[in-house]
């Protein structure tokens, strides 16, 4: 089955523990990427990446890091959260990223809360 | 920059009421335009898509339609179902970056 898979899907944490949410992909997708969904605020895109080693910053990309090493995985690590951090985020993939019309397939989400 | 606006929620309807929700974009250039829907606990679904002025998308009877000169891409249903409750985003799709509007929820009652 086709599918983006997010793990942990729940996470309460403290300020300042470094945490990973891995985001891996089963349909050799080149293009992935990263939002976080805030009430009022819809899904705003943290990180995407185009392709292996090729990542780029979205419109809050402050606090957060990614790595593309293959193409099915891609982690968002956060180095010192805090909690305006707390959120519900959300991976997705596209076959590609280039080319318009192609939509995005989303993950379940992580509901991550930041004491 | 590019951004999208959508009508504020929640919009509350009877079953078989019709259906708009309001969307319009600004974006340098030609993005594509999308609807996606989240269910209750689950991730975004797309519901519809377009690619270029004029196009139309269609699914599970809902329609919209990409429309240059006024910058819209509405989202109409004839006929709503309790279970097409759920909440709507509009997005456009510039090569990698994705942006949303920020979500109407419709609440469809028997």
């Known amino acids: 089955e086709a599918q983006v898979t997010q793990n942990p899907r729940y996470l309460i944490t403290v300020t300042g523990k470094k945490l990973t949410v891995t985001c891996s992909q089963n349909m050799n997708h080149e293009y992935m990427s990263w939002y976080r969904q805030d009430p009022g605020l819809g899904l705003r895109q943290i990180y995407y990446?185009?392709?292996?080693?090729?990542?780029d910053k979205g419109d809050v990309p402050e606090g957060y890091k990614v790595s593309r090493k293959e193409k099915r995985n891609f982690p968002l690590i956060l180095e010192s959260p805090s909690p305006n951090q707390t959120s519900l985020y959300f991976c997705?993939?596209?076959?590609?990223?280039?080319?318009?019309?192609?939509?995005?397939?989303f993950g379940d989400g992580t509901r991550l809360s930041i004491l | 920059g590019n951004s999208v606006t959508q009508m504020e929620g929640p919009v509350t309807l009877s079953e078989e009421a019709f259906l708009t929700i309001n969307c319009t974009y600004t974006?340098?250039?030609?993005?594509?335009l999308f609807w996606y829907v989240q269910y209750p606990g689950e991730g975004l679904q797309l519901l519809l898509k377009?690619?270029?002025?004029?196009d139309k998308g269609s699914n599970k009877g809902f329609e919209a339609t990409y429309r240059k000169e006024t910058t819209s891409f509405h989202l109409e249903k004839g006929s709503v179902q309790v279970s097409d409750s759920a909440v709507y985003f509009c997005a456009l799709r510039m090569g990698g970056k994705l942006i949303f509007g920020q979500g109407t929820e419709l609440s469809v009652k028997p």
């Open positions: 974006a340098t250039g030609y993005p594509s």
């Open positions: 990446s185009m392709n292996v080693e090729v990542t």
């Open positions: 997705a993939s596209s076959p590609t990223g280039g080319r318009g019309g192609q939509p995005q397939h």
């Open positions: 377009a690619t270029k002025a004029d």
